[in-house]
């Protein structure tokens, strides 16, 4: 059972990327899964998640209109597509899963990616 998020790396301010969540050893479909970050010095903090099969998102204010989660079943991905980046968006990025509950709190979570760096340059 194994998640890997890729994807971060260094872009400037307004820019965009696309964060992916591979899931091996199981099947993503039957987790709700969600994106947390943390900023050096900070608390972990929930970004957005998706529940399972169904789809349904919910995002912080923060993220709203900017960052989108999507799935691709096919290749057991999850994914966090982040536009109109800000300086405030730098921080490790966390793709988690959840095999009964979902939404932004880490307790729901029982799989835990390793995490990958954004860093958002003004």
């Known amino acids: 059972f194994q998640l890997q998020a890729s994807g971060g790396g260094l872009v400037q301010s307004g820019g965009s990327l696309r964060l992916s969540c591979v899931g091996s050893?199981?099947?993503?479909?039957?987790?709700?899964v969600a994106w947390f970050r943390q900023a050096p010095g900070k608390e972990r903090e929930g970004v957005g998640c998706?529940?399972?099969?169904?789809?349904?998102?919910y995002y912080t204010d923060s993220a709203m209109g900017r960052f989108t989660i999507s799935r691709d079943a096919a290749k057991n991905t999850a994914y966090l597509q982040m536009n109109s980046l800000r300086s405030e968006d730098t921080a490790i990025y966390y793709c988690?899963?959840?095999?009964?509950?979902?939404?932004?709190?880490?307790?729901?979570?029982?799989?835990w990616g390793q995490g990958t760096q954004v860093t958002v340059s003004s």
């Open positions: 988690a899963v959840s095999k009964m509950g979902w939404g932004l709190s880490t307790h729901h979570y029982d799989y």
């Open positions: 998706v529940s399972r099969s169904a789809g349904d998102t």
């Open positions: 050893g199981f099947n993503l479909d039957y987790y709700a």
